[in-house]
């Protein structure tokens, strides 16, 4: 723990040093506005990183409040998830060119499942084992283990499942704001994305041969480009009606602008910017 809490400071040091590097080549020391501006973010981008908020100034951390995206600060299965991605297909690619008979004993589902866990597991440590990223790491591992004993994947059980292993590996858990809205919020986007699921199975049966045909293929790409913002969208709302009584029980406040914040936010700090940061 003392060599990950030693790493984690090494990492802030680095940030640091960039960011007078930064002022250094821009030639800023006495444009105090500029100086500030470039080190909110750095520290933003060390937040996004690695959950780490000691550079962020109390006014940053109030703005995302405010605008109801603090969460995208916490680090949970999308940066956990994209990281292991990453570095799993790198593995695979290496297999495949040099140890192909590797991949006789171990399939490559298998293998990318293993390293992702592997690397969920440091990357969780990394940034101190935090709630969010704790149930990334063990769904995934249950995951990983039902398919290699070929057990029937059931998300709800798996979820629950992982709730009790939380609440056994740390008893205060329970009492964290954390637990309560990872777990409730993964629960409503499975949930979310099997009436999803139903609604579009329903359609392609009901949908004609013709409609293909009837739409040009510009008519067509601008349809699912709006089906999709209006599904995004009532993903916000379903998350945040439902999520309401659990918000205001932990913080006692909730920011009403955030369900319209979010539909901006998450796919820009989630597909860019945190893959930049990585």
């Known amino acids: 723990l003392i060599k990950i809490e030693k790493l984690r400071w090494q990492l802030r040091q680095n940030i640091q040093q960039n960011f007078i590097k930064t002022?250094?080549?821009?030639?800023?020391?006495d444009n105090q506005t500029m100086i500030q501006k470039n080190l909110n973010n750095h520290a933003i981008l060390l937040g996004l990183l690695t959950g780490d908020r000691a550079l962020m100034t109390s006014d940053i951390k109030n703005r995302y409040q405010q605008a109801g995206i603090s969460h995208?600060?916490?680090?949970?299965?999308?940066?956990?998830?994209?990281?292991?991605?990453?570095?799993?297909?790198?593995?695979?690619?290496f297999v495949k060119y040099f140890l192909p008979n590797l991949l006789c004993k171990l399939p490559s589902r298998l293998l990318v499942?293993?390293?992702?866990?592997?690397?969920?597991?440091?990357?969780?440590?990394?940034?101190?084992?935090?709630?969010?990223?704790?149930?990334t790491f063990w769904l995934?591992?249950?995951?990983?283990?039902?398919?290699?004993?070929?057990?029937?994947?059931?998300?709800?059980?798996?979820l629950a499942s992982v709730g009790l292993v939380m609440m056994w590996w740390d008893t205060t858990a329970v009492q964290q704001a954390g637990f309560w809205l990872s777990f409730v919020a993964?629960?409503?986007?499975?949930?979310?994305?099997?009436?999803?699921?139903?609604?579009?199975?329903?359609?392609?049966?009901?949908?004609?041969?013709?409609?293909?045909s009837e739409n040009s293929i510009f008519e067509r790409i601008w349809l699912k480009i709006k089906q999709e913002f209006v599904l995004l969208f009532k993903l916000q709302l379903w998350l945040f009606v439902l999520m309401f009584p659990i918000v205001i029980w932990f913080f006692g406040k909730i920011s009403l602008v955030s369900v319209v914040v979010n539909l901006f936010a998450v796919p820009f700090l989630g597909l860019v910017v945190v893959p930049l940061d990585m």
């Open 113 to 135: 499942l293993w390293v992702s866990v592997l690397v969920a597991w440091f990357y969780a440590l990394l940034v101190g084992f935090e709630l969010p990223a704790q149930r």
């Open 140 to 158: 995934l591992l249950l995951t990983t283990l039902a398919s290699q004993f070929l057990i029937n994947n059931r998300p709800f059980l798996l």
């Open 72 to 93: 995208l600060l916490a680090i949970s299965g999308p940066h956990v998830l994209m990281l292991a991605s990453v570095v799993s297909l790198w593995v695979l690619a």
């Open 23 to 29: 002022i250094q080549a821009d030639n800023i020391h």
């Open 186 to 212: 993964v629960g409503l986007l499975m949930k979310f994305s099997e009436q999803v699921d139903n609604m579009n199975n329903i359609q392609i049966f009901e949908k004609s041969d013709t409609w293909q």
